[in-house]
């Protein structure tokens, strides 16, 4: 975050500078030192990470397995009430039937 801040800050300060002036010779330097965690903010930090990347491991798996389900859905939907049997009973060929669900599902 401090970095994108230099640097837009440069950018700023550089898109102001009196005619004439070279853009290399001015900017700003930011310098950052962060404080060593002790042992029990590393720890503190340590778990409430883990703990963070297990509940969202756990949402991903849970929203990626609609994806799969959605896609099955029609399946069982046509098995359920024959819908292709019927149409290929009363005459449809199977290229009108196929091309007909293609142009359904776009």
Not at 24 to 29: A, H, K, L, Q
Not at 80 to 91: I, N, P
Request: hydrophobic share 55%; glycine share 2%; net charge neutral.
């Amino acid at each position: 975050m401090a970095s994108f801040v230099n640097v837009a800050n440069n950018a700023i300060l550089r898109a102001f500078l009196p005619p004439g002036a070279n853009p290399v010779e001015y900017g700003i330097t930011a310098v950052n030192h962060p404080l060593n965690l002790t042992k029990e903010q590393l720890s503190e930090v340590t778990v409430l990470k883990t703990s963070v990347d297990a509940v969202v491991a756990i949402c991903v798996i849970f929203a990626m397995s609609f994806i799969p389900a959605s896609f099955v859905l029609y399946l069982i939907q046509e098995r359920a009430t024959k819908a292709k049997h019927l149409q290929f009973v009363s005459g449809v060929s199977p290229l009108v039937y196929w091309v007909a669900n293609f142009f359904w599902d776009m």
